[in-house]
């Protein structure tokens, strides 16, 4: 609706008056570097958000593995493997045209989070891909990542959503399949059927 509503914030000052300053507590709590706090969280951590920017626009796009999966190299740098997809690297495009990066840390069953804030770099180090084997196979490239902001996020928004309230998860039959959201996006090029029938086969021969 923007720029024609009347009730559009377009300044910081309007913002921060709507808003009020933050607690001193929400200043204190973030740190420049992955102290052992973060690092335990970040070893039993199977899911990551990472969120991108590039000259197209900006990305999220998750990240998953078994727990453990974003190494801590120092207390400064994590490494992030780019497990095997579908080609399209936005991730990385956008990481190659401009390093800024965010990360969101999830642990299932767990209401707070791990927010890391920095910069990163494409990287094809054998040395780094070889720490990121399964399997046997190797990542083709992984994400160094330095830590500039690394704080907690409390549990608000995961205790709303209940998240992990297993009594409100959604039954996947209630949504449309894979296929059939691929076969409307595609105007038809994609067979819903055959897509869908292949689907879970695929996904577990091709993971890494």
């Known amino acids: 609706m923007h720029p024609d509503d009347p009730y559009a914030v377009t300044s910081l000052e309007v913002l921060s008056a709507l808003y009020g300053p933050p607690s001193e507590r929400a200043l204190l709590k973030q740190i420049d570097r992955l102290d052992a706090h973060c690092r335990r969280f970040i070893a039993v951590s199977p899911f990551v958000l990472l969120a991108t920017a590039g000259p197209q626009g900006l990305d999220c796009s998750p990240r998953g593995d078994a727990p453990g999966f974003v190494r801590v190299l120092d207390d400064h740098t994590l490494l992030l493997p780019d497990r095997r997809g579908n ?17 969101l840390f999830v642990v299932p069953g767990v209401n707070e ?60 039959e209630d949504l449309p399949s894979f296929g059939q959201v691929l076969a409307a996006h595609t105007g038809g090029r994609v067979n819903a059927a055959e897509y869908d029938a292949q689907a879970h086969e695929t996904v577990r021969k091709t993971l890494y």
């Open 87 to 103: 080609n399209r690297i936005d991730s990385l495009r956008n990481v190659v045209q401009d390093p800024r990066v965010g990360l």
């Open 113 to 172: 989070t791990l927010r890391v804030n920095g910069s990163a770099y494409v990287s094809t180090h054998p040395e780094l891909l070889e720490a990121c084997a399964v399997q046997g196979t190797l990542p083709r490239s992984a994400l160094v990542i330095r830590a500039l902001e690394v704080f907690m996020q409390c549990s608000r928004a995961l205790v709303r959503s209940e998240l992990w309230n297993a009594q409100r998860f959604v039954r996947r």
